[in-house]
């Protein structure tokens, strides 16, 4: 086992990632700000919230998650061992679960009794409304009018938890545009309201406390890694829209320099159509909704809108520390069509009788490319990040099966 | 000195506070945009911000964020925001521009602050940029002889207040409220409150403070005038254009709102 030069969760403690990250925020929010870190500075050395945050991760996430042999899928990786991280088998069916149940532990910590949060795909969304159910937290999700349409089920299921969901009608009414209205809720509701984000971007503290709650993928896989195959991997690959699933995945493998780590964003139609969410691959260095990092934008800094068949990766922007892994050469990015992921989805379901999310599809048509290209000697470990069943309708579209939802609109 | 202290001590030797109107540059389209600026400076602005249009205005309440769309849609560009700066400055009045960070950014700190400063701009509001994050900004301004106000909040700490408005110049800007833009039928509690522990931090330097958000009738800005040494609004106006149903009827409504706030601002203290 090699040594760990760098302790990964310490990058960015001061929120700096390279020339990246930062706070750009209303001074409005810097107390919040403030107090969030200084709770998850505080929380992350205390043994009696680590207890009750990773026996909450056992008993209800039902953590460690598998790692799972795709012997068959492995055929279509050009003979590469393919292992899945299987995050998709967490409770609420994703690997959002892992920062949700953090945060939530940390707003009672705080002595605030209500949670905002924003959702694209509604992952987040019914994740943090299943926390906010289990202690008790006043819940309300922002989620842009669009994505309430395409996502209608996970509409129903924060619902039932008991959240309010309210639909985003500004804007391209779709997650950017969530996470602007959840701003303006917690700037106007801060001092009883904690703003649950999710995923590894926005203000410091957020893309080191979500990093950090999600630091635990990476790091069950990597012991489970070496157990099962006596190595390292040769390479970890995840999608990439946020970023909160592949940082968590990559997090524990930075300091292993043999270690390939490889990001697969959405490429949409194709990052020379103009119509995509590659923020890295095609984006330029900006600052957007706090942060400093890539953002899809026109010449005067106007924000572009993202396009991707997968809702979970439809963001115009990355995390800041995706920014600097990708300026500093430790993980490679790569844009995976809407066309290339739908295919590997395809595959995954028929070889392994695993349906993925769409965004965990993007991490898997990666796996192919990197299997083609380091061939049957290499260990590439996937992260499965979530589960297709939110999914099924936009599949059976895509495919044109005959269980497809007929155009009501 | 700027035009922008100009019009603030000229306010202040008449024994009353400043009136600063908003407006985003291109709103209904760039032409109508300074006719509409025309008339908040005939009907008693002093200074006035232009707005930067912006697709992801965080802190903007709808009616504002209705106003940057629109101007959007109108294809509104730096360019036009300067050449709007130009025209206000035309006027007499004091020309700012308030602008989310990234526009700026992606302009060129150092080029946005040149022309500006060339089109008679005399400084920048940014409402997304800390002091902490403003190195670029801070030289630039420093280079190009631009004011620039920043923004202290009524949950600033005292250790906030004291760096905000140490960085700060022309003057600062007092968020009356927790929340984002857009009229309020009272001036919030938190206003005069905010105010009176900013000043604490302005004692030696003489920085202005000026309030706004939620400021949307005469009343309100006469109770404002009667502690800051400047009164913003910006919802109004955009709200008595966006309501008129032609252009004309909607300067008329607008030169007469600031008409109202203008008469506020002077009849707050005795």
């Known amino acids: 086992m090699t040594s760990t030069p760098v302790d990964p969760t310490r990058i960015g403690a001061d929120g700096r990632f390279g020339r990246f990250g930062g706070r750009f925020s209303p001074e409005a929010l810097v107390a919040a700000l403030d107090e969030v870190g200084a709770a998850w500075a505080a929380a992350k050395e205390d043994p009696a919230f680590q207890t009750e945050l990773r026996d909450l991760l056992t008993d209800y996430t039902g953590r460690p998650s598998p790692l799972t042999d795709a012997r068959n899928f492995a055929a279509e990786c050009g003979g590469a061992r393919i292992l899945l991280k299987r995050e998709d088998l967490n409770h609420t069916g994703s690997h959002k679960i892992n920062n949700v149940l953090g945060q939530a532990l940390l707003t009672r910590r705080m002595g605030k009794t209500r949670v905002i949060a924003e959702t694209g795909a509604g992952q987040h969304g019914v994740a943090t409304a299943t926390a906010c159910a289990l202690m008790g937290l006043e819940c309300v999700i922002y989620m842009g009018e669009e994505d309430t349409r395409r996502q209608a089920l996970n509409v129903a299921r924060m619902e039932l938890l008991g959240a309010r969901v309210v639909p985003v009608t500004i804007g391209s009414r779709t997650l950017k545009d969530a996470v602007n209205e959840a701003f303006r809720d917690w700037v106007a509701n801060v001092d009883s309201t904690h703003y649950l984000f999710g995923t590894a971007a926005g203000p410091h503290p957020f893309p080191g406390l979500v990093r950090d709650l999600h630091f635990i993928i990476g790091e069950e896989a990597r012991a489970q890694t070496l157990e099962r195959v006596g190595r390292l991997p040769d390479a970890v690959a995840a999608c990439v829209g946020g970023g909160s699933n592949a940082i968590g995945a990559f997090s524990a493998f930075i300091p292993d320099e043999s270690v390939r780590l490889y990001g697969f964003e959405a490429g949409g139609d194709g990052v020379d159509s103009g119509r995509h969410a590659a923020s890295i691959t095609g984006g330029s260095p900006g600052v957007f909704q706090g942060m400093r990092t890539f953002v899809l934008q026109d010449e005067y800094g106007q924000t572009v809108p993202s396009h991707s068949i997968s809702a979970g990766l439809d963001y115009p922007a990355v995390g800041p520390e995706h920014a600097w892994l990708a300026e500093t050469g430790r993980a490679t990015y790569t844009p995976i069509t809407d066309a290339a992921a739908m295919e590997a989805f395809r595959l995954l379901c028929r070889t392994e009788g695993i349906i993925p999310a769409i965004e965990s599809a993007h991490a898997l048509a990666g796996a192919r490319l990197i299997g083609a290209e380091l061939g049957p000697d290499a260990v590439i470990l996937v992260s499965l990040s979530g589960r297709g069943d939110k999914d099924v309708d936009t599949a059976a579209a895509y495919f044109g099966l005959t269980g497809a939802p007929q155009e009501q609109e | ?270």
């Open chain 2, 1 to 270: 000195m700027s035009t922008l202290v100009t019009k603030l001590d000229q306010a202040a030797g008449e024994g009353r506070a400043a009136l600063i109107g908003y407006l985003p540059a291109g709103f209904p389209d760039v032409d109508s945009s300074i006719e509409v600026i025309r008339a908040m400076v005939a009907g008693g602005c002093d200074i006035v911000e232009v707005g930067l249009p912006y697709s992801d205005p965080a802190m903007d309440g709808p009616t504002i964020q209705r106003a940057a769309d629109m101007a959007l849609d109108a294809g509104t560009t730096p360019a036009d925001v300067m050449r709007v700066v130009a025209a206000t400055a035309q006027t007499g009045a004091a020309a700012l521009v308030m602008s989310y960070y990234n526009p700026i950014d992606r302009y060129g700190v150092r080029r946005f602050a040149d022309d500006l400063a060339a089109a008679g701009g005399a400084g920048i509001i940014t409402p997304d940029l800390l002091p902490e994050e403003a190195g670029e900004w801070i030289e630039a301004s420093d280079a190009a002889g631009l004011d620039r106000i920043f923004l202290v909040a009524p949950s600033s700490t005292d250790e906030r207040l004291a760096l905000t408005t140490r960085a700060s110049r022309g003057f600062v800007y007092a968020a009356s409220l927790m929340g984002v833009t857009g009229a309020r039928t009272e001036v919030a509690a938190t206003a005069e409150k905010l105010v009176t522990r900013t000043r604490a931090h302005t004692a030696d330097s003489g920085l202005r403070v000026c309030v706004g958000l939620g400021i949307s009738n005469g009343a309100q800005a006469a109770e404002v005038a009667g502690y800051a040494d400047g009164v913003i609004v910006g919802a109004g106006f955009c709200q008595r254009v966006l309501d008129a149903p032609d252009l004309e009827t909607g300067l008329g409504a607008v030169r007469a709102f600031a008409e109202e706030l203008a008469q506020g601002v002077r009849s707050a203290r005795g």
